[in-house]
């Protein structure tokens, strides 16, 4: 045991589902949102856009003055549905139509990780991947949905622990990377770092 103090951590995301994930496993990161353009980042393939929008937000938010000396979390989502990235759908119909698409399918959900080490100046990256299983919800499920609003602000217009829950059969891989970020593939990436995960758990409630 030493007496240093435990690092910071950012979380540059706005996400309150990564934000309570996190949360749910000791850690007690600060919230600094990137800003980032997400429509000007592009990639190949959904799964290296997923990791360039997790790298761009969390170097944007290393670089600023109240992050020094932290470590900096930088997570984005996009569903891949045929080989095209799916985000957050624009408006109603595009969610209409998104879970017309979906219904009876299968998608992968693409998450990029950034971790980046303030002090060290370096960062590693990685996407973790999820299959995920939809069911067939009717049509009249679908309207009731997109009513709801939540799809609008969700990547592929789903999650899996809000009111589109019901609609989703399974999934093939880590729930966690689904509704936001992969606790175990953090862990990894921190470790790639010289960091263990427990040195960064907040202290426990007496």
Not at 145 to 163: H, I, M, N, Q
Request: hydrophobic residues 45%.
């Amino acid at each position: 045991m030493t007496d240093q103090p435990r690092r910071r951590l950012v979380l540059a995301s706005q996400s309150p589902a990564r934000l309570g994930l996190l949360r749910q496993a000791g850690l007690a990161p600060e919230v600094i949102v990137s800003g980032v353009d997400e429509d000007a980042v592009t990639a190949p393939t959904p799964a290296e856009l997923a990791l360039a929008l997790a790298e761009a937000k969390a170097s944007v938010v290393a670089a600023r003055p109240e992050a020094k000396g932290a470590i900096v979390i930088g997570c984005d989502s996009v569903l891949d549905l045929d080989g095209q990235a799916l985000g957050k759908p624009a408006d109603a119909e595009e969610a209409t139509a998104r879970w017309k698409a979906m219904r009876g399918r299968a998608g992968t959900l693409q998450t990029g990780h950034c971790v980046y080490d303030t002090l060290q100046g370096r960062y590693v990256s990685a996407t973790a991947s999820t299959i995920v299983h939809f069911g067939e919800p009717t049509d009249e499920e679908i309207a009731a949905y997109v009513a709801s609003g939540e799809p609008l602000y969700v990547a592929g217009a789903f999650t899996l622990d809000g009111r589109s829950a019901p609609f989703i059969d399974g999934i093939d891989g880590d729930h966690g990377n689904v509704i936001g970020i992969s606790l175990p593939l953090v862990r990894r990436l921190l470790a790639r770092l010289g960091i263990g995960i427990t040195e960064l758990w907040a202290s426990a409630q007496k």
